[in-house]
């Protein structure tokens, strides 16, 4: 069955980095798109980042553009989330998730929190 | 700034029918049938109820429908149950691999 685990999430201050991965199993990672979603608390869900299945297309939240990357390692069947020059408003719940070939998202993880706090 | 526009909050009495609507504010989404709905149990992983306006992926109730009219699209959740009673949102494709939410919709089975 398809699992998403991501992982990375913690306290780190305002104007600091943070790494998320999420690491894939139960599908053929490498056929397909992932995507970046978070929740920040009391708030809604609001997608973050796409990245295409071989890594070379990638986009982003006019929110966070110039400040995150996203990767990914088919090898490694897990993607990652750099996350630079950190504001308290990225303080949220980060979910991975599957795209289904429906530009739509079929499988999401548990989420990682991450809190930016001084 | 939400590009989808949906209601904060609606209810019902299980049994009965109720319908989600998410309008689009920004010309470019409403013209896509690529509309999704999601489920949201806080502290759970949200999970996908309809695709591409109203297709159910599978194991999906078929108590769940999406329609869309114009720039509108609906979720309507027939014989509600306590289940149900979650976090909805909708989302649509907009361009260049950039997907919006709208701000939620909170369902209270009464």
């Known amino acids: 069955q398809v699992q998403l685990v991501e992982s990375g999430g913690g306290v780190v201050q305002p104007g600091g980095s943070l790494r998320l991965s999420c690491a894939a199993s139960?599908?053929?990672?490498?056929?397909?798109?992932m995507h970046w979603v978070r929740q920040a608390p009391g708030k809604g869900l609001e997608w973050v980042s796409f990245i295409e299945n071989n890594g070379r297309s990638k986009d982003y939240a006019d929110s966070v553009k110039g400040r995150f990357t996203v990767s990914r390692d088919n090898s490694k069947k897990t993607m990652y989330l750099q996350m630079n020059s950190l504001r308290a408003e990225d303080t949220a719940v980060y979910y991975c998730?599957?795209?289904?070939?429906?530009?739509?998202?079929?499988?999401w993880g548990q989420g990682t929190l991450v809190t930016v706090s001084s | 700034q939400s590009a989808l526009t949906q209601p904060a909050s609606v209810s019902g009495s299980p049994g009965q029918s109720i319908t989600i609507s998410c309008t689009a504010t920004s010309g470019d989404v409403g013209s896509y049938n690529l509309v999704s709905w999601y489920q949201h149990h806080p502290g759970k992983a949200p999970k996908l109820m309809i695709y591409?306006?109203?297709k159910r992926p599978s194991g999906v109730s078929n108590r769940f429908s999406g329609s869309k009219s114009g720039n509108t699209a609906s979720l309507t959740i027939s014989g509600l149950q306590a289940e149900d009673e979650a976090d909805y949102y909708c989302?649509?494709?907009?361009?260049?691999?950039?997907?919006?939410f709208g701000g939620g919709t909170k369902l209270t089975v009464l």
């Open positions: 591409e306006v109203n």
């Open positions: 139960g599908f053929t990672v490498n056929n397909y798109n």
């Open positions: 998730a599957k795209d289904g070939d429906n530009w739509a998202f079929d499988y």
């Open positions: 989302c649509s494709y907009v361009d260049s691999s950039t997907w919006v």
